[in-house]
T-cell receptor, first 114, second 113 residues
C-alpha cells in the first residue's frame, strides 16, 4: 500500500453514461497526476495538479474528460458520454514537489464501457 | 535469462536465477530514469531510479545500469523469487519542465519455482 487510494476500484458502465473517479493522494503531497493504462502498455499521462491548480493536460484528455482538485487534496476525474475506447485502468499518482522525484501510484480504477 | 529490450515482452526464469530486463529509451535529453514493478490488479510500484550523471545504482537485490551512449537502461534482479513475477516498466523524464515521466511498454517477468 503506497498511501494513495482510489475509488471505485472497478466500474462497469454503458456507453454514453458519465462516470467519476476519485483519488486521495498521500496527504503531504502537493502534486497529483492522472494516467490511463491499457493492457500491456505503460501508463499514459493525462493531467496533473499542483495543489488545486491544473498545470498541464495531455492531448489524450479530450473535452469529454475533466479533472478537478478543488481543495488541493483529493481529485476527481470525470468522463462524460463514455465510449468503448475509454475502457482502461485509470491511475492516480502523487509526489511532493521539491522532494524525491518518485511518484507513488494508487491501485487504479478499472473502467469497462459496454 | 536475458531480455533483449521491450521487443520481447515476456521473460521466464527459474527461481534463484538472476534476471536482466532491458529498456531502450528514445530521448537523449532524458536525465532521470525509473523502474517500476506492476503486479496484476495493482498500480506501478517504484523499484529504483537513476540520474543521468550515474551509470550504476544498486538497491536491495536490484541494480540499474544506464548506458547513455546507446540510450539503454537495464534492471538486474539477483536471486529472482516467485514474488518478483510482475510486469516491469522503465520510465524516463526529460530534463527541465514538469516532472512527467514517459513509460515504456513493459516486460512481463515470470519466475518458476
Amino acid at each position: 500500500d503506497t498511501g494513495v487510494s482510489q475509488d471505485p476500484r472497478h466500474k462497469i458502465t454503458k456507453r454514453g453514461q458519465n462516470v467519476t473517479f476519485r483519488c486521495d493522494p498521500i496527504s503531504e503531497h502537493n502534486r497529483l497526476y492522472w494516467y490511463r493504462q491499457t493492457l500491456g502498455q505503460g501508463p499514459e499521462f493525462l493531467t496533473y495538479f499542483q495543489n488545486e491548480a491544473q498545470l498541464e493536460k495531455s492531448r489524450l484528455l479530450s473535452d469529454r474528460f475533466s479533472a478537478e482538485r478543488p481543495k488541493g487534496s483529493f481529485s476527481t476525474l470525470e468522463i462524460q458520454r463514455t465510449e468503448q475506447g475509454d475502457s482502461a485502468m485509470y491511475l492516480c499518482a502523487s509526489r511532493l514537489q521539491g522532494g524525491q522525484e518518485t511518484q507513488y501510484f494508487g491501485p487504479g480504477t478499472r473502467l469497462l464501457v459496454l | 535469462g536475458e531480455s533483449v529490450g521491450l521487443h520481447l515482452p515476456t521473460l521466464s526464469v527459474q527461481e534463484g536465477d538472476n534476471s536482466i530486463i532491458n529498456c531502450a529509451y528514445s530521448n537523449s535529453a532524458s536525465d532521470y530514469f525509473i523502474w517500476y514493478k506492476q503486479e496484476s490488479g495493482k498500480g506501478p510500484q517504484f523499484i529504483i531510479d537513476i540520474r543521468s550523471n550515474m551509470d550504476k545504482r544498486q538497491g536491495q537485490r536490484v541494480t540499474v545500469l544506464l548506458n547513455k551512449t546507446v540510450k539503454h537502461l537495464s534492471l538486474q534482479i539477483a536471486a529472482t523469487q516467485p514474488g518478483d513475477s510482475a510486469v516491469y516498466f522503465c520510465a524516463e523524464k526529460a530534463s527541465g519542465g514538469s516532472y512527467i515521466p514517459t513509460f515504456g511498454r513493459g516486460t512481463s517477468l515470470i519466475v518458476h519455482p
